[in-house]
């Protein structure tokens, strides 16, 4: 019989050596005899034909046999190893899957360099460490060596490792109604999505003003505008009912996150509809929470009452005019990829065919979402706040099990979001309780003041400086409690007509939200959809602005003259 051979022998020799002494001959024949007899082989037989080995043979045939023209060497390697050198290949070394360490360098280094600074005059110290530590915060959420939500916490570590704030002072912010109803928004909108009303009304929209990305956008803007008036807050108008219709149209029109079709659709929708969403707000006395502080500071600082219709007469010129101009600017510097679809509404119209008529779940949801809305409308006079509707909303989503608390847990953008969106109002709103922005607001009247220009021109800068003072705050509510009575008092002082200072001021403390992704209420809700980078939300941010201020002094300042505002 040929010898068995393998490369993991061991130096064995060959299974034909260590052979029974009864052949498979012998044994086939043995077998075929006892068969003729009408007989099976027994164990006797058996242990006849095969001969246990001695002490000796076990010694022999263990011993390792020799190759050919060599000594016997016994071997535990494979003889393929042994013929040559082993390979051990290192394995690949582990990714880091820490922080991006330049960004992260980059925002440490520019809040130390801010802290060893000497304050300057007027300034608290504690003040001054605040505003470094506020800085770098800033710095690390636009360089994004970790998530925001985690460069935001680190924030706030730093603020109670330097004593800087306390515990409760640094997270006092999550207290925020703000914070929640953002978060509270993305909830609804999983379950707009989730029971399919989202895909229903943005087929309805498609199969109107789908045939061109532009139209499907001004339908939306106009459709946020109309609702200003009657909802006061602009996160509940964002977050409660538009971004869940944006994300639905942008999954309808093939535009998702992280497959690299946000540029199809998504990425200028979710722009257009947050940089229109602060023009509305501004349209309007009840278009945010905030404006009626505005009214309050301006009659108590000129004696002028604002009302809703003299408000409304100023703005609608300019407003319109930004909603016009905006979305169009947009789509020429940002443009969608897909910007014409003739085939689209009828699609959108065949889709609403197959879905067929509503299901209970659309139901219970649609109900919801009126119930929210009309609490959003009439909650000043039953004394219900937006954040409060929300959670009643909410609770009937959880209760009829349309969203679960297991799928709100793992809404990880609505939570990112709560994160960073309360670390930086409690850091802005700290700023101003240290003194911070008195002392800003006082340097800048001082400085303007003492150019000698006139009035239009003193005007025109403290507008500018009141504007893009908004990168220090993350609260609209923040920047106008802290900064609109001084910038008005100086810029009467200065000869500009009291109304028309109040008026300015006021419309743009809605206006400047516009500049970055915390500065009002609606932009965590848009920004945190995921389809714009965040160099980008800010780069137009600052764009938009730059036209929006030309509209609302150019033109705005034509109408006012008109209707004799001064």
């Not at 915060?137 to 109670?160: E, K, R, S, Y």
């Not at 914070?179 to 909108?189: E, K, M």
């Not at 940002?334 to 659309?362: H, Q, W």
């Not at 409308?377 to 679960?404: C, E, K, Q, R, Y």
Request: proline fraction near 7%.
């Amino acid at each position: 019989m040929a010898s068995l051979t393998s490369p993991y022998s061991l130096g064995f020799p060959s299974l034909s050596s260590c052979r029974p002494r009864a052949t498979l001959s012998s044994l086939s024949q043995s077998k075929s005899v006892n068969a003729a007899r009408g007989s099976h082989l027994d164990r006797n037989s058996f242990t006849r034909s095969f001969r246990i080995p001695s002490a000796p043979d076990l010694r022999r045939l263990l011993r390792p046999s020799p190759s050919p023209g060599t000594a016997r060497t016994p071997s535990l390697v494979p003889r393929s190893a042994a013929s040559s050198p082993a390979i051990v290949s290192s394995p690949p070394p582990e990714p880091w899957r820490g922080a991006a360490l330049k960004p992260l360098a980059a925002s440490i280094a520019a809040g130390v360099i801010l802290w060893f600074v000497p304050p300057p005059a007027g300034v608290a110290r504690n003040a001054w460490q605040l505003l470094a530590i506020f800085i770098a915060t800033i710095v690390g959420i636009i360089t994004q060596p970790l998530p925001l939500g985690a460069v935001a916490l680190m924030g706030l570590g730093a603020c109670v490792l330097t004593k800087t704030l306390t515990f409760a002072a640094a997270f006092s912010a999550f207290g925020d109604p703000i914070p929640w109803l953002i978060a509270l928004a993305f909830f609804f909108a999983r379950g707009f999505i989730k029971t399919g009303l989202g895909n229903r009304i943005a087929y309805q929209f498609v199969s109107v003003f789908g045939s061109s990305s532009l139209g499907l956008g001004y339908s939306l803007v106009f459709s946020e505008a109309l609702l200003a008036p009657a909802i006061p807050s602009v996160s509940a108008r964002a977050g409660g009912i538009f971004l869940p219709l944006v994300k639905s149209l942008c999954a309808a029109c093939g535009s998702n996150i992280g497959d690299g079709t946000e540029r199809r659709l998504g990425s200028w929708l979710m722009l257009t509809c947050f940089q229109t969403s602060v023009i509305s707000s501004a349209m309007f006395l009840t278009g945010m929470a905030a404006n009626p502080l505005s009214v309050n500071l301006v009659a108590g600082a000129t004696g002028h009452t604002i009302g809703w219709t003299q408000w409304a007469v100023a703005a609608i010129v300019p407003g319109l005019t930004s909603l016009i101009v905006v979305p169009l600017l947009l789509y020429l510097i940002y443009p969608p990829t897909v910007k014409s679809s003739p085939d689209a509404p009828k699609l959108a119209r065949e889709k609403l065919e197959k879905m067929g008529p509503m299901t209970k779940n659309e139901i219970i949801m649609s109900l919801t979402l009126l119930i929210t809305v009309g609490l959003w409308v009439f909650g000043g006079i039953l004394n219900i706040d937006a954040v409060t509707a929300a959670i009643l909303g909410l609770s009937v989503l959880l209760t009829t099990g349309i969203v679960t608390w297991k799928e709100c847990l793992g809404e990880a953008i609505a939570w990112d979001t709560l994160t960073w969106f309360a670390a930086l109002i409690a850091m802005a709103g700290y700023l101003n309780k240290y003194g911070l922005i008195s002392w800003f607001s006082q340097t800048v009247v001082k400085f303007v003041g003492g150019l000698g220009l006139s009035w239009q021109l003193s005007f025109g800068i403290l507008v500018l400086l009141y504007f893009y003072s908004h990168y220090l705050f993350a609260s609209g509510a923040a920047h106008i409690g802290a900064m609109l009575t001084a910038f008005l008092s100086v810029s009467t002082a200065l000869g500009t007509p009291p109304l028309l200072s109040a008026l300015v001021l006021s419309f743009l403390s809605n206006i400047m939200g516009g500049l970055t992704h915390y500065g009002i209420g609606s932009a965590p809700v848009f920004y945190g959809a995921g389809y714009v980078p965040l160099a980008t939300w800010w780069g137009y941010g600052f764009i938009v602005s730059v036209v929006n201020i030309a509209i609302w002094l150019g033109v705005g300042g034509f109408w006012w003259k008109t209707i004799g505002l001064w």
